[in-house]
């Protein structure tokens, strides 16, 4: 066990359904990031969070947002869901976001959409 | 802009030979270089990291890489690999001046070790 606490693990929905990742950090982490896993993209960055703060943007969708609350926990919110979005979801939490600390990551989020 | 570069797909090692996967980056600056291991299903873990000093880094598992900045390299070594080693390592790398900088993952390199 990472710490990191992802759920659920797997998720299957239909095509312009909408769906909720959680994320809980490891204890004494504030940042928290979201990746996509996908065969054909490899590890793509989404988005960080910093103590409830954006810090960071990748290639997120519009369709995609993100949120970190008051107990650091945060959450990937997926709408409008087409095929292609079906990936492998992980959050991973550091200390504080900062160049030099590694990550800590999930076990990740399997969503599938149908 | 930063980027790392996996340039196997998969490397085949027989069981009780060396490993070594392949790691070049480019950053504008100084980098923080970092490996993770994947197992099937499961999520990343966290292998070593380069920081500063010493270029030859030791980490879990028996692993260790080498910094070399003049080739721009860090690759990952096994002197003698398991079976139980057989996975997607991802190579991955900071920009030192970056303070919010995301770490960018290369590709990932499967490595199967046949017994």
């Known amino acids: 066990d990472s710490g990191v606490t992802q759920t659920p693990k797997h998720l299957i929905t239909a095509t312009g359904q909408r769906v909720t990742l959680r994320c809980s950090p490891r204890?004494?982490?504030?940042?928290v990031y979201w990746y996509q896993q996908s065969l054909d993209q490899g590890l793509q960055f989404l988005i960080q969070?910093?103590?409830?703060?954006?810090?960071a943007k990748g290639n997120i969708l519009e369709r995609f947002s993100a949120q970190q609350f008051p107990d650091l926990h945060s959450e990937l919110n997926l709408s409008s869901l087409e095929l292609g979005d079906s990936a492998l979801y992980f959050c991973?939490?550091?200390?504080?976001?900062?160049?030099?600390?590694?990550?800590?990551f999930g076990s990740g989020t399997r969503l599938t959409v149908v | 802009a930063q980027s790392v570069a996996q340039p196997e797909d998969q490397v085949n090692v027989a069981e009780g030979n060396p490993l070594t996967v392949k790691c070049t980056y480019s950053?504008?600056?100084?980098?923080?270089l970092f490996w993770y291991v994947q197992y099937p299903n499961r999520g990343l873990q966290f292998l070593l990291k380069?920081?500063?000093?010493?270029?030859l880094v030791k980490g879990s598992y028996g692993f260790e890489a080498e910094f070399n900045k003049s080739q721009t390299s860090f690759h990952l070594k096994k002197p003698s690999a398991l079976v139980s080693d057989s996975a997607l390592y991802f190579c991955?790398?900071?920009?030192?001046?970056?303070?919010?900088?995301?770490?960018?993952f290369g590709a990932g390199t499967q490595v199967v070790v046949t017994p």
């Open positions: 991955a790398v900071r920009d030192m001046a970056d303070s919010w900088g995301k770490l960018q």
């Open positions: 969070y910093y103590n409830g703060e954006e810090r």
């Open positions: 991973a939490s550091s200390v504080a976001g900062q160049a030099a600390d590694g990550y800590t």
């Open positions: 950053v504008s600056g100084n980098p923080y």
């Open positions: 204890s004494g982490d504030l940042s």
């Open positions: 380069y920081i500063t000093g010493d270029n």
